[in-house]
């Protein structure tokens, strides 16, 4: 095994996809994290941002809600940035997720949202 540097330089964004069945547990796939993904890579392109920020896909982070889709912020390693987990209205929260995305992956800020422990 090596370890290869990344060619997105800035972070990643990991919208969870996950799907289970309509009379399952909630889950990001119905909540349209597939789609907030794709609009996601849209703004990258967009802003020019592409290899600095990459929107990639993951299955189950573990946060399983009917309130939105599961996202986490992942700064490059090398930037030393932290990093956060938000849960996203995949329709009426785009613009504010992406604002938050370019805070923590470019400027190394959190937003600034506080933190809900109930879902």
Do not use: F, Y
Request: a negative charge.
């Amino acid at each position: 095994m090596r370890q290869i540097r990344s060619t997105w330089a800035q972070g990643t964004v990991l919208v969870c996809t996950h799907e289970r069945g309509p009379d399952e547990k909630p889950s990001c796939g119905l909540q349209k994290g597939t789609e907030l993904r794709s609009w996601l890579k849209e703004r990258i392109h967009e802003e020019g941002l592409k290899g600095q920020i990459l929107a990639s896909k993951t299955s189950c982070l573990g946060v399983c809600s009917k309130l939105g889709a599961t996202v986490e912020l992942v700064p490059a390693p090398e930037t030393g940035r932290p990093r956060a987990t938000l849960l996203v209205d995949t329709v009426n929260e785009r613009e504010e997720l992406w604002a938050a995305a370019k805070a923590c992956l470019l400027e190394g800020r959190l937003p600034e949202l506080g933190l809900d422990e109930e879902l």
